[in-house]
Structure formats: C-alpha cells, structure tokens
C-alpha cells in the first residue's frame, strides 16, 4: 500500500522560502511520478509541480521560477522548494504518486494528508 507522508510548512513571511517534504513508503517514485498540489482557501485543488522518475519536471505557470521540484536517487522522498513566496500561495500542500505521459501528468489515488503553508506578514 502506497502512503505519502508530507512535512514542512508553516508560517512565513512574503519573500520568504520553505521547503517541504514528502515521504513515502518503499521506493515508489521509482515506478511513478510525483507531483504536489495544492489548494488554497475557497479553491480547487491544483497542480503546482510534477516531477517523472528519470527527473523530467513541469510546473504551474503561478510558480515558474520561484519552485523547485526534486527527488532523491532512492527514490523514497520527494521535495518541493520554494522561495519568493506570496500570499497567494497560501495552501494546503499534498503530495501525489502518479503517472506522466505526453507532458501532463495524471494524479492517481495516492495522496498524503497534505502539509499547511501561510504566507502572511
């Protein structure tokens, strides 16, 4: 059984980083890829980053430049940085395993219990 366990946010300032994390059971990264969501208050759930197993990336264009996707090469956890951050990228952040073909990635039914980011001064 596929668990991912998220970790990392918290309350920061505009302009300021965190990186957060995700763990999973086994090296399942290995055979899909990962993606982070999130959803903000009032709205919809929403790709942020994707990364494949051979370490192909995509990201929202909301969040180009300023978020930074990554895996370790045991392919057990995955990571999101981001820096340059704003208000409105305040969220409930949530890991996903999944697949990713012809440049989109398509979330599967393995998700985390998701992490808090506030960005507030």
């Known amino acids: 059984q596929v668990q991912l366990v998220e970790s990392g946010g918290g309350l920061v300032q505009p302009g300021g980083s965190l990186r957060l994390s995700c763990a999973a059971s086994?090296?399942?990264?290995?055979?899909?890829?990962m993606g982070w969501y999130r959803q903000g208050p009032g709205k919809q759930r929403e790709l942020v980053a994707a990364?494949?197993?051979?370490?192909?990336?995509n990201y929202a264009d909301s969040v180009k430049g300023r978020f930074t996707i990554s895996g370790t090469n045991a392919k057990n956890t995955g990571y999101l940085q981001m820096n340059s951050l704003k208000p409105e990228d305040t969220a409930v952040y949530y890991c996903?395993?999944?697949?990713?073909?012809?440049?989109?990635?398509?979330?599967?039914?393995?998700w985390g219990k998701g992490t808090l980011v506030t960005v507030s001064s």
């Open positions: 990364i494949t197993s051979g370490g192909t990336t």
């Open positions: 996903n395993a999944g697949s990713y073909y012809s440049g989109s990635y398509r979330a599967m039914n393995y």
């Open positions: 086994g090296s399942i990264f290995s055979i899909y890829a």
